[in-house]
């Protein structure tokens, strides 16, 4: 069972930044594929960005040009540098691992953006 921890969500006023990290209880090996999810209030969630080995990288319209997805596999971390927020990016935020054999989730983060 891998372990997905959540952090560094809050609330920021529009046009701002933060960087949300994604920390893992085992090593981000090159078959995993880590994203990132939102799930705004009375909606369903949506997949954001996509990180896998190889540095490839693939993002949602609603967020290209603003939000990068990066991996640390020293510090088995995954990132979501989110600028120029926008109030419709308020959500719960959740990372996700996935392989050939499992996939896993965290517990979430909540990104509140005021205008």
């Known amino acids: 069972q891998v372990q997905l921890v959540e952090s560094g969500g809050g609330l920021v006023q529009a046009g701002g930044s933060l960087r949300l990290s994604c920390a893992a209880s085992?090593?981000?090996?090159?078959?995993?594929?880590m994203g990132w999810y939102r799930q705004a209030p009375g909606k369903q969630r949506e997949w954001v960005a996509t990180s896998t080995s190889g540095y490839y990288t693939n993002y949602a319209d609603s967020v290209k040009g603003r939000f990068t997805i990066s991996r640390d596999t020293v510090k088995n971390t995954v990132y979501l540098q989110m600028n120029n927020l926008k109030p419709e990016d308020t959500a719960v935020y959740y990372c996700r691992m996935r392989n050939a054999r499992n996939e896993y989730w965290g517990q979430g983060t909540q990104v509140t953006v005021s205008s």
């Open positions: 085992r090593s981000i090996e090159s078959d995993d594929v």
